[in-house]
């Protein structure tokens, strides 16, 4: 019988286990073939020993995550035995350890074999490199922090000495932020902050990437004059300048996005940074603007020229303003990775950075440049800066276990989920799904992951944390590392998720529960 039925019509313990056996054997000779043509592809972009396991693993995994595995989940756990749902780490040792049992039930097996050291081994590997790239957590929390610096890091070494003694083991310099003696200043206070703490604190250096942005912008005297009527003092009490926010945009209005700016026509005109991309828009497609504040579908498009029609804005609409982010979910987004500003910012971080943060990266052949320009600038003998893949497009989402095996391969490597491009790439429904299949994937490739964007935003901004915050916050326990942006009330923000990661380790770790003691019933009588 299949296990399906033996499962719906109540067969045998013995006869359920046979067919499970039988299924899991087949199941495994599958894996390992498909496996082994991944590994094909593969072989050749790792010549990091010690990462040649972890590249065999992430191709189990990916084998294995093409079946449906639903009725032999249920089976197993009806036998009492795992149901290979936190296998990602020891896909190999797992499913041996699952075969090895049902032979022993069907007395096939030998019972006082050894125990499978791959079970273990795995976990402690990544969190060796979690330590080698992210440093020791003080409080000997499993997961680090990491803290973006503001400017004001640069002239104030008493707060990264806070940020460090609150519970930092990782900060992060923004390169599209500052300058190279800003960076330097960071960069010391960030090393003297250290010794003082007793140990490393490990320096990001987050490249800037292309991003597509909106370059100028026009507005129309009919835009103007409307601004000056309704708008213009509520634009100088917020103090900001007209000239460079125009248009206050409701679902309905129309917006222009063009190579050259267009003085004379009805609608707000803009320009993008990379105005090639206009080439690639297709009607009905959406473009999100500032995070996803702006939502627009290309109602026309034309050499160089597209027409848009504001779909989705807050409910008191928003304005278009230079240099907020553009988003082209679906659009091919055919530009280096690398901008001649990453160039100057590598040329300063080689030396100083233990850390490079990889932004916009999308495919093996952005890796491949990245540690091409590494090398020329490495000193001989010195030991390669840790890569960071910011995984931000939908395109890098798809490429990501072969953009792992091409850096890992040759480097110490880390993958940040950045849920903010994530979210308006992909819809937020989908960024609740992804987020959790990278942290799988990563296990699976026995990568370390960084949990990042709006963790705890409004404590750090604001000085106030959400329940829903908090409750994401404590959901970034199963990443090896959280990164925090700046704001006012950083310091603060780091010693609370220092906290929230403390009493997480005693519940979860990764997708594991820990049955700690529950402190909350200890006398179930009540008064």
């Given at each position: ?84 749902g936190?296998?990602?780490s ?11 049992l ?13 125990i ?52 930092a083991?990782?900060?992060?310099i ?34 800037a ?17 409307r ?15 007209p ?5 206050l ?38 473009v ?19 027409q ?32 001649s ?41 010195a ?16 490429n990501l ?10 480097m ?11 979210a ?25 992951v ?21 409750t994401?916050a ?29 009493r997480m ?16 019933w ?6």
């Amino acid at each position: 019988m299949q296990i399906q039925e033996l499962l719906s019509q109540g067969g045998s313990r013995r006869s359920l286990a046979e067919a499970l056996l039988c299924r899991l054997q087949e199941m495994r000779s599958e894996i390992f073939i498909n496996a082994e043509r991944t590994m094909d592809a593969w072989r050749d972009c790792v010549t990091r020993p010690d990462f040649m396991p972890s590249a065999e693993n992430l191709a189990l995994y990916l084998a294995l995550r093409n079946i449906d595995l639903t009725q032999e989940q249920k089976a197993l756990s009806a036998l009492g035995l795992s149901s290979l749902g936190r296998s990602e780490s020891h896909v190999q040792a797992t499913l041996q350890a699952v075969i090895s049992l049902l032979e022993d039930m069907l007395g096939e097996g030998i019972t006082d074999a050894a125990i499978d050291n791959r079970l273990t081994m795995p976990r402690r590997q990544i969190e060796a490199r979690r330590d080698e790239i992210f440093g020791i957590d003080p409080r000997g929390n499993t997961t680090r922090i990491q803290v973006t610096l503001p400017s004001e890091a640069a002239k104030d070494p008493k707060l990264v000495a806070d940020l460090v003694h609150a519970g930092a083991s990782s900060v992060r310099i923004n390169c599209a932020h500052d300058n190279r003696e800003a960076w330097g200043k960071m960069v010391s206070h960030t090393r003297a902050a250290a010794g003082e703490a007793g140990r490393k604190i490990a320096i990001m250096m987050d490249l800037a990437g292309p991003k597509v942005r909106i370059a100028t912008l026009h507005a129309p005297k009919s835009v103007l004059a409307r601004e000056k009527k309704k708008k213009l003092k509520k634009l100088a009490k917020e103090g900001i300048d007209p000239a460079f926010s125009f248009g206050l945009l409701l679902p309905g209005d129309h917006i222009i996005l063009s190579e050259r700016l267009e003085h004379d026509g009805p609608y707000l005109s803009a320009t993008l940074s990379h105005p090639q991309l206009l080439d690639q828009l297709k009607p009905d497609a959406m473009v999100w603007i500032d995070d996803g504040k702006i939502g627009a579908r290309v109602e026309s498009v034309s050499e160089r020229r597209a027409q848009l029609e504001i779909c989705r804005v807050p409910v008191k609409g928003a304005r278009l303003r230079p240099e907020k982010g553009v988003n082209l979910p679906g659009t091919a987004i055919n530009i280096p990775a690398l901008c001649s500003s990453d160039m100057d910012a590598l040329d300063f971080a080689i030396g100083h950075a233990d850390i490079i943060g990889f932004s916009f990266v999308q495919t093996t052949a952005d890796i491949r440049d990245l540690q091409r320009e590494i090398a020329k600038r490495l000193p001989e003998g010195a030991k390669a800066p840790a890569l960071v893949l910011k995984i931000e497009t939908d395109l890098a989402l798809h490429n990501l276990p072969r953009l792992i095996v091409q850096a890992g391969g040759i480097m110490p490597v880390a993958v940040m989920i950045a849920r903010g491009d994530l979210a308006v790439e992909l819809g937020l429904e989908r960024l609740s799904e992804i987020q959790e299949e990278i942290l799988w994937l990563c296990e699976a490739a026995q990568v370390p992951v960084i949990w990042a964007t709006q963790v705890l935003e409004g404590l750090a901004k604001r000085g106030f944390a959400s329940r829903a915050e908090t409750t994401d916050a404590a959901m970034s326990q199963r990443a090896e590392c959280v990164m925090l942006n700046k704001g006012p009330h950083a310091v603060e923000a780091v010693a609370f998720l220092a906290q929230i990661l403390r009493r997480m380790d005693r519940h979860q770790m990764k997708k594991t529960p820990r049955l700690a003691p529950l402190r909350a019933w200890r006398d179930p009588k009540g008064i």
